[in-house]
């Protein structure tokens, strides 16, 4: 095999890897670009916020400024008057939900109890997490 043969095959094998190594990176910037959106949708609100959105109504109902400015007032009264009572009544949620998690473990064998009980500690830890940060939100705003 002679030196340009060797040349062109190390050519072509960086150029695969090349193509290959750019692909990861890009799926991995598109990936944290699209991850980076759904955080920041989701972040500005729940359904509740998201349907009441002072742009969304703006624009279907082709409010004036002054429109915008008193509707904006009252979606952030209603929003508030939503966490508070999703506050209220998170105790009584959550007997609920223990509750109801105690009645589906009678079913299940010990493996699966154990399951049910890191599926439920899981959900524990995000609300947990959920809450300090929209704690946090308040404090900001």
């Known amino acids: 095999m002679t030196t340009t ?16 190594f ?7 910037l598109g990936t944290h670009l699209h991850i980076q959106h759904r955080i920041e949708k989701f972040a500005k609100g729940g359904p509740f916020a998201r349907m009441l959105s002072t ?6 109902l082709d409010l004036t400024t002054l429109q915008k400015a008193e509707i904006e007032k009252i979606v ?12 209220k009544y998170r105790p009584e949620i959550e007997k609920i939900i223990g509750h109801t998690i105690e ?7 010990d493996e699966q109890k154990q399951k049910m009980d890191d599926l439920h500690e ?9 809450k300090h940060r929209d704690r946090d939100r308040k404090i900001r705003d």
């Open 5 to 20: 043969m060797k040349m062109n095959k190390i050519k072509v094998v960086a150029g695969i890897l090349l193509v290959f």
């Open 22 to 28: 750019l692909g990861v990176l890009i799926g991995v």
């Open 55 to 60: 742009k969304k109504l703006s624009a279907e």
């Open 76 to 87: 952030d009264g209603g929003i508030a008057q939503f966490h508070e009572f999703r506050r």
């Open 103 to 109: 009645l589906i473990k009678e079913k299940l064998d």
């Open 122 to 130: 899981k959900f524990r830890k995000r609300r947990h997490h959920r």
